[in-house]
């Protein structure tokens, strides 16, 4: 018999063929290797790497190699203090939108909103993050993706956050949304609307499997931002904000918009040192 060939060498393997297709493919391999053999990154790295690989590992390589993003092939992605089951369908959770969280908890401290609004909640991301944030808090998402919703819905049970959060279909704000969940005000409205230009270009990664509805924003990826803004005052209560993630050059024309709807915008930027969020009040 040969000898068993351990985590530590397969993953060397998939670095290198991984290369190619991702800028962290170390990180990449990593997670891979903790998924296929069920436990942290943290625990592989530190009790683990020596084991004998699971054959399931190779299969798992060969999915990323086909530009499938790492989060829907392990079905999960940390994101702020949570982790949050994701799959095709919805957009992945990026490090950049905890900016949103971070303007928020800059504003509000440890006190926190009493209720917040989620536009576009997708899996939940940023309704249940800053649910895990501010335990008195309740909230409500809307997503006009039935799947997304149902993704949601089961991040917030395994969060044990559920009876704090409504679920609601709608696009933005159609007909018939004013006399749902949103016929009341919100101390904190969140966004991270679809916000890409339709001639833009993408990575392979994201144009092959994340879905199209939640990234294009129209011909300059303003569109939903002249969907919100304009109902914000309608949504706010009383010394309430809202926090909207924006393109890094988007800046100055979501401002605009901002003030032709009344409100003051501050910008934000992300770990990057991009401009991510708008502030609004």
């Given at each position: 018999?040969?000898?068993?060939?351990?985590?530590?060498?397969q993953?060397?393997?998939?670095?290198?063929a991984?290369?190619?297709?991702?800028l962290?493919?170390?990180?990449?391999?990593e997670?891979?290797?903790?998924?296929?053999?069920g436990?942290?990154?943290?625990d592989?790295?530190?009790?683990?790497?020596d084991?004998?690989a699971?054959?399931g590992?190779?299969?798992?390589v060969?999915?990323r190699?086909?530009?499938?993003?790492?989060a829907?092939?392990?079905g999960?992605?940390?994101?702020?203090?949570i982790d949050?089951?994701?799959?095709p369908?919805?957009l992945v959770p990026?490090?950049?939108s905890e900016?949103l969280i971070?303007?928020a908890?800059?504003h509000?401290g440890a006190?926190g909103?009493?209720?917040?609004l989620d536009l576009?909640t997708?899996p939940?991301t940023?309704l249940?993050?800053?649910?895990?944030?501010w335990p008195?808090?309740s909230?409500?998402?809307?997503d006009?993706s039935?799947g997304?919703?149902?993704?949601a819905?089961?991040?917030a049970?395994?969060?044990?956050?559920?009876?704090r959060?409504t679920?609601q279909?709608g696009d933005?704000?159609?007909?018939g949304?004013w006399?749902?969940?949103?016929?009341r005000?919100f101390?904190l409205?969140?966004?991270n609307?679809?916000?890409?230009g339709?001639?833009?270009?993408?990575t392979?990664?994201v144009?092959?499997?994340?879905?199209a509805s939640a990234?294009?924003?129209g011909?300059?990826?303003?569109?939903?931002?002249?969907?919100?803004?304009?109902?914000?005052?309608?949504l706010?209560?009383?010394?309430g904000?809202?926090?909207?993630?924006?393109?890094?050059?988007?800046?100055?024309?979501?401002?605009?918009l901002?003030?032709q709807a009344?409100l003051a915008a501050?910008?934000?930027?992300?770990?990057?040192?991009?401009p991510?969020?708008?502030?609004?009040?």
């Amino acid at each position: 018999m040969g000898r068993e060939v351990s985590c530590r060498q397969q993953i060397g393997d998939a670095v290198l063929a991984l290369a190619p297709v991702t800028l962290t493919p170390r990180l990449d391999a990593e997670l891979l290797m903790a998924h296929a053999i069920g436990v942290s990154r943290e625990d592989l790295l530190l009790r683990r790497l020596d084991d004998p690989a699971p054959p399931g590992f190779d299969g798992l390589v060969a999915r990323r190699l086909t530009h499938e993003p790492i989060a829907y092939i392990t079905g999960s992605r940390a994101f702020w203090t949570i982790d949050l089951a994701v799959g095709p369908g919805a957009l992945v959770p990026r490090a950049d939108s905890e900016t949103l969280i971070e303007a928020a908890l800059d504003h509000f401290g440890a006190t926190g909103p009493a209720t917040i609004l989620d536009l576009g909640t997708g899996p939940g991301t940023l309704l249940l993050a800053a649910l895990d944030q501010w335990p008195r808090a309740s909230g409500v998402g809307i997503d006009r993706s039935a799947g997304a919703l149902a993704m949601a819905g089961a991040n917030a049970r395994r969060l044990g956050l559920a009876d704090r959060v409504t679920l609601q279909l709608g696009d933005w704000f159609a007909p018939g949304d004013w006399a749902g969940a949103l016929a009341r005000r919100f101390d904190l409205v969140l966004a991270n609307p679809p916000y890409i230009g339709t001639e833009e270009a993408l990575t392979i990664e994201v144009q092959m499997h994340e879905p199209a509805s939640a990234l294009f924003g129209g011909a300059d990826g303003l569109d939903a931002y002249r969907a919100i803004l304009p109902a914000l005052p309608r949504l706010l209560s009383p010394g309430g904000i809202a926090v909207l993630e924006i393109g890094h050059r988007q800046a100055d024309a979501v401002t605009t918009l901002a003030q032709q709807a009344g409100l003051a915008a501050t910008m934000r930027r992300d770990l990057g040192g991009r401009p991510r969020a708008l502030l609004l009040s």
